[in-house]
């Protein structure tokens, strides 16, 4: 069995995968990746197939950053190895940076495909 990695642990995780990433993907990205420690539930999650949320983008008049919730990568993936675990951070990171990318050039694709994918799975828990 594995053992999730420490809060720490999934911290330098997350820098490795950032030291990846092209510097200008963090253009007007002032308050920066924030990793917390808590889970987060989507408000539209169904309580038989509760819907975390791995990651947010978020901008507001103080800035823009992209949070990454460790509790939630803790709940879905308890029992996974540090590889799979690692790759879903950076899927999770790239997601949220393309959500960045997409504001900067005042595009919403990702937004939308999101809201496509909330759609199916209110389908499919109804």
Known sequence: MNTFPSIEEIHEILDEIALEIPGEFFRELNEGIVLLP??????????????????????????????????????????????????????????????????????SDLEKKDMSDLQRYLRRWQ
């Open 38 to 107: 808590e889970f987060k539930v989507h408000k539209k999650s169904k309580e038989n197939a509760p819907l975390y949320i791995l990651g947010e983008y978020h901008r507001s008049i103080t800035g823009r950053h992209i949070k990454i919730y460790y509790g939630s990568f803790k709940k879905v993936y308890d029992n996974r190895n540090i590889d799979f675990i690692r790759k879903r951070l950076k899927e999770t990171l790239l997601h949220e940076f393309t959500h960045h990318l997409e504001s900067l050039a005042g595009e």
